[in-house]
């Protein structure tokens, strides 16, 4: 399991004070790279598949990879997450599209503790 | 050079060593009132509970990873598996537990946090969590205890939960060892993931939330898909490991979590068997739970049960098995996967990838590698009701707890909850400590940051991961991994002793040549010792209280005569031994404790 980082897409989210990926892998798994400033992942092997840097990326430059050990080549899973809910993207290797859409956030309601 | 430990918000930070050379580390010192390691589940709901009981508390999270996605809940959840439905009570759900769990189980804790579950999903729903309801606007059932949910964005909504009730977060600082303070626990130290610094916090109460331990044992898979597991490989047993080594007693470690899983992508069953009623069957398309386990309840037995049913099938020639999903609707398939989106999005691609369709062929299942965690089973911290450990100032929630199983999220966020409220009640007789020992923190930073002395003077050595293959190959062949359907007898387990005391004198040799390896170090250093005490519990525990989870070759049989009864441990860090103590069962719910209900 991994993640394949588009180097063209990546900007490194400028402005922020660390990429959104690289704050948030739950694995410190990726970190920017000391030559060309981009995201990169430590050890490919490491990722737990997670999704949380491919759903954050705001340019869309990360792409969740099964190992080939695993999955055969070409399927495709691709998130849009929105404030209140998330759209997915399946494509299987036969290029059949499915597409799914999930709340995720309902408004705050006022508590009514004990 | 003397610390000075100043408020949080005004860091100090001093170095020692030699003249900031480069193996030398800084010193971030910190105070506060209320420290709680590991900003997960349980974790963030004990910050909540903390200030909102006391609002002027100083409450800090020390975070090995960032808290809007750390730990189990990074993927996302799409059920809670405990609650409390109408018609059912904290009793009848203790009761279940404890039929779940053998006839042995804490059934005080269980109790407990019985009676707080509804509670606590109430307040997460409050803060945005979507729950499905059915027509009548009761929440959705996914099984007796189970509640369907959209909790794909959960981790962010409890971790926002946290910082709007005005506690401190500190993310990438992972905690390495418990500071003590004349016989007390007086907070943590912790190594900056980024900035690769020693972090002392001083707190007058601790909480340690940080979750079970994966990558004991040699998991499923291997190379380049060896993360591909079902619990975090990001929890590495780190708050286990901070109360043996300062001496605190843990409960159950033999009582190792298999869990039935998807063969391969090691994706959760609940979600096929619970909320789409598939069956397991073997290669024969036989009912084997059904048959062989009719006393128990068949597909409804024990869960322990029913991934020893499964493997025993695959190890007696009838394998492979599976759920049998074959009766899904087209539109229940797409439901499926939509669940599944919300928790564990790799099975999707999975049969996408492998062109599977679940309602045209059934889905394999296999057991996992064993984890240890008290939320699913219940090795961890032996606690009082009010979650206190052995260690003065030192409360313990979630999968690091012990004695009380069938947590999952709701147990986490309850027994958050109960800790913060017994730290805060107990905060008045915790003074705030004398200033941390030098010597000890000095001491700390040495050994935290020995592996990249390792690599600038010597250049060669053990990698983490090396280590780890090798702690995970002992592990899985002579203390019942997957490889050997999760069997052992006293032989083979004195035969991983004797591994696991050679593999403790090659710490020595780690080597780490970036921060990241620093990190994975500690990790494998800690994975070291939680695997010496699981095998000391193994070895002590002469019956079969839990077939699959702990299976004895040798004493195949339940012994309730000998052993209902808890196998504890406490580690002596001087002599270098896990000594194991034992501690008596006590029922409080009445009932056949081998029935579901009564
Ligand atoms: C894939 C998966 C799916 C699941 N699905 C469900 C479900 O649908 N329903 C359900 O009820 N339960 C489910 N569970 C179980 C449930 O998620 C867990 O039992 C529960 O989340 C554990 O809570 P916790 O607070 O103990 O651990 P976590 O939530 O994992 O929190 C531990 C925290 O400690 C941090 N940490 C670790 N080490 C250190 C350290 N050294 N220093 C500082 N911080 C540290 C971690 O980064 C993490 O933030 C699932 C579990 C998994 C793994």
Known sequence: ?????????????????????????????????????????????????????????PRRA????????????????VPIAGKTSIRWTLTDKEGQVEQFESVTLQPKKKEARP | MDIILTDIVKKSSTTLGRDMAEESFSI????????????????????????????????TIMEKAHIDRSGCLSAGMNAINAYIHPGETPESFTRYVRFDALGLVREDLVLSQAREINDVVRRVEGWGLPIKKDEQGNYLRRGRWNVS???????????????????????RVAATNLMMKDGRVAGAYGLGVRDSKLYAIRARATIVATGGASGIYKPNNDGSAHHKMWYSPFNTGAGYTLGLRAGAEMTSFEMRFIALRVKDIIAPTGTLALGFGAPQVNAKGERFMAQRFADWGGDGS???????????????????????????????????KAAYLDMYPSIVLYWAANGIDPSKEAVEISGTEP????????????????????????????????????????????????????????????????????????????RIFAPRRRFQEVGEGVAPSEMEERLQKVMDEYAGGVSTFYEMNAERLEVARHHLQ????????????????LLQAQEVIDRLLVARAVVEHLVHRKETRWPGYQTRLDYPQRDDERWLKFVNSIYDGETGEVRILERPYQQFVSGDRYKPKE
């Open chain 2, 302 to 336: 024990p869960t322990p049960l029913r991934v020893y049913g499964p493997v025993q099938e695959v190890k007696e020639g009838r394998g492979p098995c599976y759920l049998d999903t074959r009766h899904l609707t087209p539109e229940q398939v797409r439901n499926l």
């Open chain 2, 502 to 517: 050679r593999l403790e004198g090659q710490v020595k040799y780690l080597m780490a040549r970036n921060p990241h390896q």
């Open chain 1, 1 to 57: 399991m991994t993640v394949l980082i588009d180097k063209k897409k990546c900007n490194s989210c400028k402005g922020l004070p660390e990429p959104r990926c690289v704050q948030n892998c739950p694995g410190d798994l990726l970190s920017l790279g000391s030559e060309d400033g981009k995201a990169f992942i430590w050890d490919a092997r490491d990722c737990w598949d997670c999704m949380t840097c491919v759903k954050l990326c």
């Open chain 2, 149 to 171: 949910i959209n909790g794909e964005y959960l981790k962010p909504i409890i971790a926002q939960a946290a910082r709007d009730a005005g506690a401190q977060v500190i993310n």
């Open chain 2, 371 to 446: 984890y240890i965690m008290g939320g699913h089973c219940q090795a961890g911290y032996w606690i009082d009701v009010g979650r206190r450990t052995t260690l003065p100032g030192l409360y313990a929630a979630g999968d690091v707890a012990g004695g009380a199983p069938y947590k999952f999220i709701s147990g986490c966020w309850a027994e958050g909850v109960i800790a913060a409220r017994s730290a805060v009640n107990d905060l008045p007789s915790l003074a705030t400590p004398p200033n941390p020992d030098k010597a000890q923190m000095e001491a700390e930073g040495e």
């Open chain 2, 28 to 59: 971030e010192a910190l105070d506060t009132d209320l420290l709680i390691i590991g900003g997960g589940t349980a974790g963030c709901l004990a910050a909540v509970e903390a200030r909102e009981r006391a609002p002027g508390l100083r409450v």
């Open chain 1, 62 to 77: 990360i792409t969740t990879k099964l190992p080939y050990v695993l999955a055969d080549y070409k399927a495709t899973l």
